[in-house]
């Protein structure tokens, strides 16, 4: 089972309502679709997830795939993963001697491997990565909306339809937030709430709003600071605030998973696999946490159904799990997955049993994204 040949589709895919966070407003997102077939005629299908302006950047990354990967036997996974960042990076390919944009680009390759091999031994990638401990992966609700009746509104829709937890963005100007955080309370009652305000916030103002928030009774608070502060502004945050402080942005690596929980500056890691580069990254990541007794929750980036497959076949063998996990796919006007059926029922979808990632492509789908990225190319962002 060798590698035969790798094709890349730019795609863009219009959300349903324009997306609302402290970086503004966006009406869409691009992705790029990657096919890896083996010389059985076997098609792996994974996917990149890169910003609205850097679709060509990772782009040409992802040439170099072809390159590296071609001719070679796709059950040495680890090894052609280590091949491709050290082609691309150097020898220390595991370190931060690589950038960041090298995990969000080459993880869609990894993702196409781990569905080939699965496919072409008829087997589900939970059951290659030693089997799964969880039958379902529990999602949380994710709060859309712009203005404070909106988002109260949603907030309470998710609330009815059975999210146990509300996910809502934050980090607009300080009286929005506090007005947000407060109307969307009363919409769930004693559902448990996050916030995430998207590194908006610097130090003082985040222990400020922070102590603030906490009479609404928050779950926890991701990334309130930039990653950049990294370990030592968590750290303040959480031994001066009530409220447990979650690391997204602030950890991709190895190293800075085991920074964050060695020094006890998180009480949650929300990682996804786009990020830490894939599901063996993702696992990884997992594993360090668990050894400091933290869990880790399932992050999202704009992505389709490939990611929530991708993602639920990691997290299924994961001990350390949350439930208040992440998808994005929903946001889509339509996605480019046929089945399964990835709404969740009461917050929770089953672990897919299909061989390799377990999905379907709508090649047609697929088809009318690749079309508009080439009309838009990419850039519908306000």
């Known amino acids: 089972m060798k590698i035969k040949d790798i094709r890349l589709t730019r795609l863009f895919s219009k959300f349903k309502t324009p997306y609302v966070w402290a970086m503004g407003k966006n009406l869409g997102q691009t992705t790029i679709l990657i096919e890896v077939e083996t010389d059985a005629g076997v098609v792996g299908y994974g996917e990149t997830a890169p910003t609205m302006t850097s679709p060509e950047a990772i782009h040409a990354l992802l040439l170099t795939a072809k390159t590296v990967l071609i001719g070679q036997p796709i059950t040495q996974i680890t090894d052609l993963m280590k091949q491709l960042f050290t082609q691309n990076f150097g020898h220390h390919y595991a370190s931060q ?6 995990n969000f ?30 039958d379902t992966v529990s999602f949380m609700g994710f709060v859309q909306g712009d203005s404070t009746e909106e988002v109260a509104a949603h907030a309470g829709q998710l609330a009815s339809d059975g999210f146990e937890v509300i996910y809502l963005k934050a980090g607009y100007t300080n009286d929005k937030d506090m007005a947000n955080v407060e109307a969307v309370r009363k919409a769930i009652g004693n559902k448990r709430l996050r916030i995430d305000p998207n ?18 009774d928050l779950e926890m608070v991701e990334q309130p ?14 031994q001066s605030c009530s409220v447990p402080i979650a690391a997204d942005q602030s950890v991709y690596t190895l190293e ?10 998180a009480s949650l890691l929300t990682v996804g696999l786009h990020e830490t580069g894939g599901i063996l990254g993702f696992r990884r990541v997992a594993a360090i946490a668990q050894v400091f007794d933290i869990n880790v929750c399932i992050h999202g980036v704009w992505e389709t159904g490939i990611t929530t497959c991708a993602s639920i076949q990691a997290a299924s063998g994961v001990p350390n799990l949350d ?5 994005m796919w929903q946001l889509l006007q339509e996605d480019i997955v ?26 047609d789908a697929v088809g009318r994204a690749a079309e508009a990225y080439d009309k838009k190319n990419g850039l519908e962002v306000t």
């Open 338 to 363: 046929e089945s399964p059926d990835l709404a969740p029922n009461v917050g929770k979808i089953p672990v897919m049993s299909a061989p390799g990632l377990g999905f379907t492509l709508n090649e």
């Open 105 to 134: 680009a080459f993880a869609g390759v990894e993702l196409a491997l781990w569905d080939a091999l699965g496919k072409s031994l008829d087997l589900p990638v939970h059951a290659l990565l030693g089997g799964k401990i969880h």
């Open 323 to 327: 439930d208040g996990n992440q998808i």
């Open 97 to 102: 001697s690589h950038p960041r944009i090298g």
């Open 199 to 216: 590194e908006a916030w610097d130090l003082m103002e985040a222990q400020v709003m922070i102590n603030k928030l906490a009479k609404y």
């Open 225 to 238: 600071v930039s990653a950049i502060a990294g370990v030592p502004a968590l750290k303040a945050l959480k």
């Open 256 to 265: 800075e998973a085991h920074s964050m929980c060695s020094s006890g500056a």
